[in-house]
């Protein structure tokens, strides 16, 4: 049996439970397309960009439609050819931790010991990514060298996932799991990571490009990843990783779509 119809109602189902929609507002003819219905729940279900922890200057950085991420800055005029390595900095978690949002999660007493375990997760995913890469053009620098870039990050957000409320969501009905995953959206129940970075020429320290992007976790019929505090903030890690490869390859007119937020897989 095809599986086009019920990705088909699924989709629409996760719309109109996502909470801030109506049939009205839908708006989907019966002829309407898989990728048209997915592309509105993606809208819908996106993570609101970040006000901004002070990593980067936030105010200085737009929406960027070519690019992934919530929000972006290019410096004009950089010649990126002449660049062909680039080093990856240890992850900043300074900026999190000075935050007092974090205090009241469920996993206080090991929360500090999580962020600096994810920050090390994300540097190594990141120097992967790079070094994996088909294109080859990028050569990974263990150490800031003359004439290349340097990458320097911070985790500004990092919420676990709930795995008492994902193992209750497992449980439930089909119908009804999906409908708890819509309406996390927009609660702290929902696990989240947020990023700022700065890409600096290493020969001078300045600034040639900012980005800063906040991620929920992929919406899933059955969520695997939601059984452990941070599968669903790895998973988000590893797409930033590859995103950001790409876009270290990216020429312009090229665009780079962001992660879906829906998937059928259950990891």
Known sequence: MSLKPLVFHILLAMVLLSGCTTMESVKFSGEASKDAMQSSLDRRLKAPPAAGAGYVPMQELARNYDLPFNKAWIKQDVDWNRYRTIYIAP???????????????????????????????????????????????????MSPERGSLTLEMAITELVPSKVVLNAVKVAAPFPMGLATSALERGTESQSTVAFEARVKDTDSGQIVAMFADREHATVRPIDLKGFTWYGNAEDIVRRWAQQFVQVANWRQGEIIKPASTFSLMPW
Request: hydrophobic letters at 45%.
């Open 91 to 141: 992850v900043n978690t300074e900026y999190l931790m000075q935050a007092n949002w974090w205090q009241e999660s469920i996993r206080i007493g090991r929360m500090r010991q999580d962020v600096q375990n994810m920050a090390a997760f994300m540097q190594a995913q990141f120097i992967m990514a790079f070094q994996c890469d088909p294109q080859r053009r990028w050569q990974v620098g």
